[in-house]
């Protein structure tokens, strides 16, 4: 076991029908369960409850302004707390269960935490594919609030050690699952007027154009509809570099395809679904190796496809930092 397993040992469960029930308990009484979903661990509470939505942003440390994914088991449960037009329903139809995720208009009085969304008429919503997610959700009868399971700004976590190593202390338990199949967070496509991507992600803008036609994925000019959009995020603890070719002398320099003299790789095979499941893993291990002042490196990655989002994520991983 490593030592963040170690160390919170108690704090383990598994997806054994004990392990669900434990998880789905501590939920119901407004406790915190990080739980696996195919893109990115999520720090989970019961959506319906103000204690547990408001344990989620006192964990990360982040700001009430910043709403979070509600996480669903079906469409009818989506159909519950949020206003679904026709073609949202033909989109899911298509991406879901998966890792796509739905600004629509929240319906009043659904009984969701009204701290869930910041107080915005809008509601962003998932249906995971992950299968012990889709259990937890359905167990509960209830959607599961979720951020990814990372301090604020920081590194997202796609294995349950990066979870206890950032949140450790301040969750109840989590749901292990090993590490995500996808690795990199769901496409957030605003539903409430023409279709518009707000967040690249694992959902391909090529794949959901196939669908929908030509998106416009300018970001919202309302900087405080999506914060997270916005500042520096992703942020390892080392300084970050972009676009980088050659060498640079004390810099940990991340590659992408064939890469002479880099000291790690998203992918050797130069496979942008493959970087993108080894993006966060890659960047907590180039910041463990970082000596003071020294950086990271990362070497371009094409901006197409799943490119978008690995460009997106490291982008505001190289941001200024207040
Ligand atoms: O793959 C994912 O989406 C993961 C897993 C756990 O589902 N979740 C995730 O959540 O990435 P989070 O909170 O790290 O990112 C959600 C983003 C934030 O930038 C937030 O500002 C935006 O979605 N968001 C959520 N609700 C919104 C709303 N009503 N209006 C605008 N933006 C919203
Ligand atoms: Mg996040």
Redesign the pocket.
Known sequence: MTQAKEQFSDRLLTGSDAGLKAAVSILRAGGLVAFP?E????LGADATSDKGVRRIYEAKGRPRE????I?VSDLEMADQYAVLPKAAVAVADIFWPG?L?F?LLAKRNSGLSNIV?SG?P???V?M?SNKLAQKLISKLGRPVA???ANLSGRISATTPEEVLSQLGKRIDAILDDGPTSVGI??T?LDMTGNPKI??H?AVSQEDLELVLGPLNDELRPQVL?????MASHYAPRAKVVLNVTHPIEGAIWIGFGICEGCQLNLSCQGNLEEAAHNLFQTMAQADKMTLEDQVIAFAPIPHQGIGRAINDRIVRAAAPRE
């Open positions: 979903t893109t990115v661990y999520g910043n709403p979070l994914i996480h890792s995720t600004l969304n915005l809008t509601i962003a998932r995971p979720g951020p990814s967070e769901s957030i707000l967040r992600g509809a999506a914060p997270g959009q």
